[in-house]
Every structure is written in C-alpha cells, then in structure tokens.
C-alpha cells in the first residue's frame, strides 16, 4: 500500500518548503551553537547548573573547601 | 495570502522573491560595516557571538527594507528604478512584506538580546524604527532633507557593531556613526545629479527637483566639506593611527577637489560631457567609504602585533 500522495499544491511549493527548512535548520544550528558557547564561557560548568530554579545542594560549596 | 487570489494569478512567489525584499545590497554593505565596527572593538568576541551578531544586524537591516518595501509600494510603482521590486511586480503580496518585515525585525533584535547584550538590540530597534517608520513613514515623502536624516538610519551598523563587542557607546562608535551620516548626504545628491530620476511622479521631493540642481551642487561641497573633519577626527581616536590618518588625508583631499569640481558646474557642462564628473564624484564616494573602513581594519589588524595606533 502506497502512503504517498502528491498534490499539485507540493510541486508548486516545493522551492518555498525547501527554503523555510533550510532556515530553521539553520535557526536550531544557531541556538545550539550559541548555547555551546555559552556554557563553554562559563568556564565551571557548574554555573550552568546554577541556572536551574531548583536548589541543588550538590553545588553549594561546602564549608571550609572554598 | 487568500485562496481566491491564489486561483488568480498562477504566479508562485518562490525564496529568490522574498530574498529581494531584504534590499540584499544594501544588506551586504551593513554587514560590511557593522563587521568593522565589531573588530576595532578593543574588547575580543567569541568568533560564533560574533557571527551571530552580524547576522541579526543584517536580519534586522534587511527585515527594516522589507517594511520599507511594502510602506512604499505605491511610490515604487511609479518609478522605473523600482517597478520591477516584489511588491509593485505583483510576485509577492504587501501583507507577506509586512509579515516578513515584523517578523525578521523581532527575531533579529530578540536573538541579538540573547547572543550579545541589550545595547546592541536596543540599537537594532531603534535603527529599524528609524528606517521603516521616521525615514519611509514621515522623512521621505515630506522633505528634501529626507536623505540627510534619513542617513542615520545606514550609519548606525558600525555603531551595533561596536556595542555587540563592548557593550557600550564611546567616541570611536559616535564618530564611525558620524563618519557615514555626513558622508551619505554628498554621496547620494552626486548620484541625483546624473540619474534621470522619477521622483517627481512619484510625488517624492528630492533636492534636485525642489531647489534645483544649483542648489543641490552647492550642498554636495558644504556637506563634503563639514564630513572632512569628522574623517580626521576619527584617526584621533583609539582606533585611527598614521596609517588610516594617511588614508583618510589623502580620500579627502579626493572627496573635497570632486564636490568643488561639481560645485563649479552648471547643467551646460553637464549636458556636454555626459555627467562624466558627477559619475566620477560618486565612485570616488564608493571608495571613500570603504577605504575609511578598511583602513580601520588594518590599523586594528597592525594592533594584533604591537603596531598601528598612535
């Protein structure tokens, strides 16, 4: 059983379709770039935990190691 | 974009259309210099920040064009230069204009937010306001010094630029800003003064057409002569050094001697040689900016090393 059904709308889109995908490939690419960055920027990567709106015990620093 | 009207026309706006509305040469020279203004920067950025960065500052460019496009559609209709744009050439639809237009300037301007810091965007926004709604809206149809004010809205990309980078405006981004406010008025009345314009079908008022082509020759050597300053006192700066002083001495003095050839001209001189000396004035104009900019850059490259700079 064949799925594919082609409308004469696709055809005529096709140029269209392919170019907002291009983009927003592009977009994911760029935010997940960013975010890369980012994080690599803040060198402790445990600043990024801190980010988290939940208390995280575990990145406290404990008393008298800093 | 409704269903009836797509039955209409069997005519199918592909990317290439929508591309257009986003003035890609005026984009390619906003890249150019935001670029600049991003790498004489004294503070470094991360190369993908800074990739992003341009890029939102194009975006933004490009998405204020759009805008600019579809405010502008019925004027664009009437003149030859612009007839064949999306808009009046019937392949894309106003409303997709408008709709890309505020999209792309909200993307731009949030992504830049995020990627650099709220200067920057704060800059981007009020860059697209002021070319889509000051300069399109109100300037362009109601003053012949629409091109003076309206020169803002092309000079600020360096100064995002340099925000994008330091997060901050100085001396050096004011003047780079400055640099091409003062030189947009004489460069685009030297091109007024050889085109054959329609601007007034369209109702446009253009300093040609309103105050005549004597008037617009004397503004060509006042504003070139009030830009000099402003193009040695950047090689003052932080930024300049000996080499973009000797750049920016030797453009001027080319610059100046062209708007005084010009201002020493009447419509019978240019009649005879076919304009030849305002075609030559607004090449030497395309130069003049763009060797400002790269002399920038290569006393910023020279830094890298220990040299350039005073």
């Not at chain 2, 109100?138 to 100064?159: C, D, E, Q, W």
């Not at chain 2, 610059?255 to 607004?282: M, P, Q, T, W, Y």
């Amino acid at each position: 059983m064949t799925m594919k059904v082609e409308h004469e709308v696709h055809g005529r889109r096709k140029n269209r379709n392919y170019g907002v995908l291009i983009l927003l490939l592009c977009f994911v690419g760029i935010v997940l770039g960013l975010t890369v960055v980012k994080v690599i920027q803040l060198g402790d990567a445990r600043k990024f935990e801190a980010t988290d709106h939940v208390a995280r015990p575990q990145i406290i620093p404990e008393e008298g190691t800093e | 974009m409704s269903d009836i009207s797509m039955q209409d026309s069997s005519y199918e706006a592909n990317m290439g259309d929508y591309f257009a509305l986003l003035k890609p040469r005026v984009m390619s020279l906003v890249v150019f210099t935001a670029l600049v203004g991003l790498l004489v920067a004294p503070v470094p950025v991360h190369p993908f920040i800074g990739f992003v960065g341009i890029l939102c500052i194009a975006v933004g460019a490009g998405a204020s064009g759009a805008l600019n496009m579809w405010w502008d559609a019925d004027i664009d209709r009437l003149m030859k230069r612009t007839a064949t744009r999306p808009i009046p050439s019937g392949r894309v639809e106003p409303g997709e204009a408008l709709g890309i237009g505020l999209a792309l300037s909200g993307f731009a301007v949030v992504l830049l937010a995020l990627a650099t810091n709220f200067l920057a965007a704060s800059l981007l926004a009020f860059t697209i306001f002021f070319y889509a709604v000051v300069y399109s809206m109100y300037l362009k149809r109601s003053t012949p010094h629409n091109i003076v004010i309206g020169g803002a809205a092309g000079a600020f990309p360096p100064m995002i630029g340099w925000a994008v980078a330091t997060g901050g405006v100085s001396i050096e981004s004011v003047l780079m800003f400055a640099l091409i406010f003062m030189w947009t008025p004489p460069h685009f009345w030297a091109l007024a003064l050889f085109v054959k314009s329609d601007y007034g079908r369209a109702g446009v008022p253009m300093l040609t057409e309103t105050h005549g082509r004597d008037t617009t020759r004397r503004h060509v050597l006042i504003y070139t002569i009030a830009l000099v300053p402003v193009a040695l006192g950047l090689g003052l700066t932080s930024i300049g050094g000996p080499f973009y002083m000797a750049v920016a001495v030797v453009m001027n003095l080319w610059f100046l001697k062209g708007a005084i050839d010009i201002s020493r001209r009447d419509d019978a001189a240019c009649e005879a040689d076919k304009h030849k000396v305002e075609i030559n004035v607004f090449k030497v104009s395309l130069y003049y900016l763009f060797a400002h900019f790269l002399a920038l850059l290569f006393e910023a490259a020279l830094r890298q090393y220990g040299l350039g700079g005073w």
